[in-house]
């Protein structure tokens, strides 16, 4: 048991666990990857925007550039007292893990880091790059994260072709699923106006929920679409309505309501407003309608990466990875639009932030050898 304690992706693993970097402080973590990116001929630079410090680090001036990306922030434990063991000391249970960010994303850092120091040393005259993408503000706001790490990278032309993200996108067991792209989310939050008045005399007054309701139907009634072969038919959900002034002989003179869209490559945020506002238009409706873009979809085609991690899974786990577009946000949203292939692949997300999240040691093991595998199918 102290023998895997002791392999070199675990130890770097537990010596992240031990700083506490709860979004979006890094509390040191990326100067102890810079140390060791160093070693292995990396040229690493901070960009520090606002509190959050994040890293690009590269081997390298070569095209095409293959980086691994994550981030060393973590979320809050919650209450301390609950936890098993203490959040922050990684502590081995039958052959798991247990602490805060053992497998959102400390597992998956520490593989890439100690993937790269081997593959690096059996290949040091690789073809094209390596880089590494690393920020501390993934789990909170991620504004002065990837996103802004990304616009610094474009505005001096500096491109990525290709991009793992060490997010534990497996459900079941390692490699079971690989993220190849993400669908949209897009709210609307609308007010509709109308003139407040008594129950018994409907004709002084206009009432918005009258004015909203056909609206809202026609809204429900529309096909978005079928989805296509990577994603689920676009969904339209109404998550708040509300009017009324608490008088049962009132009708109000305002409406609001909230509703969201995750959507598929078949819209982009813009045709699906227009979509939606021309809805609006065909009624006789006083409506103020604002957006809120939380991402576009992105999808990373069939092609070499794809082809290469697929190949790398499958050698180690017997069976090929199922390629999905579901679960929640990731950082992917911000590298995608700049024309880079990204597929995410790590550890299993069961106990993500959670109380006692915790990863399986021979999982980490695993996925170290799976990203030096990834790097010997596209760099050699
Ligand atoms: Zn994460």
């Known amino acids: 048991m102290n023998n895997v304690m002791e392999a070199p992706v675990i130890e770097l693993m537990c010596d992240l666990i031990r700083r506490p970097s709860i979004t979006p402080d890094d509390a040191g973590c990326q100067g102890t990857l810079v140390g060791r990116l160093q070693d292995i001929g990396f040229s690493c ?8 410090t994040n890293l690009w680090a590269r081997r ?7 980086c691994f990306a994550g981030h060393t922030d973590v979320v809050p434990p919650g209450e301390e007292s609950e936890w098993s063991s203490a959040p922050f000391e990684p502590t081995l249970v039958d052959g798991d893990i247990y602490a ?29 790059s390596l880089a590494v993408l690393i920020t501390s503000d993934e789990e909170g706001r991620a504004r002065d994260g990837t996103l802004k790490v990304m616009e610094a990278l474009t505005k001096r032309e500096e491109h990525i072709d290709w991009c793992v993200i060490g997010e534990p996108s497996s459900q079941h067991r390692l490699g079971d699923i690989v993220r190849i792209g ?5 709210s609307g939050i609308l007010t509709v106006r109308g003139i407040q008045g008594h129950v018994a005399y ?3 007054a206009d ?5 909203f309701a056909p609206v809202l139907a026609e809204l429900h009634q529309i096909e978005w679409d079928q989805g296509n072969d990577y994603f689920p038919p676009t969904s339209f959900q109404v998550v708040d309505v509300r009017a009324g002034v608490g008088a049962p002989n009132v009708t109000p003179g305002e409406l609001s309501a909230r509703f969201n869209f995750r959507y598929s490559t078949e819209w982009t945020h813009e045709s699906l407003q227009q979509k939606v506002e021309s809805v609006f238009d065909a009624h006789d409706i006083d409506v103020d309608l604002k957006w809120h873009l939380s991402g576009e979809p992105f999808l990373t085609e069939p ?3 794809i082809d290469a991690v697929t190949q790398a899974v499958t050698e180690h786990t017997g069976e090929a990875p199922e390629l999905s577009t579901g679960g929640g946000t990731s950082d992917g949203r911000f590298i ?5 292939d990204v597929v995410e692949l790590g550890p299993v997300n069961a106990s993500i932030h959670k109380i006692d999240e915790h990863v399986k040691v021979e999982d980490v093991i695993t996925l170290q050898s799976m990203y030096r595998r990834i790097m010997e199918l596209m760099l050699l």
């Not at 520490?110 to 593959?119: G, P, R």
């Not at 993400?182 to 897009?186: D, P, T």
């Open 182 to 186: 993400r669908r949209g989310s897009l």
């Open 207 to 211: 009432n918005p929920i009258r004015r």
């Open 303 to 305: 092609g070499k990466l």
């Open 202 to 204: 409907p004709q002084l």
């Open 336 to 340: 995608s639009p700049a024309g880079v």
């Open 45 to 52: 630079e901070t960009l520090q925007f606002g509190d959050v």
């Open 100 to 128: 805060r960010g053992s497998a959102d994303m400390k597992s998956g850092l520490a593989a890439m880091i100690v993937a790269l120091e081997e593959f690096i040393a059996a290949h040091p005259d690789h073809n094209g």
């Open 60 to 66: 390298g001036t070569a095209a095409p550039v293959l």
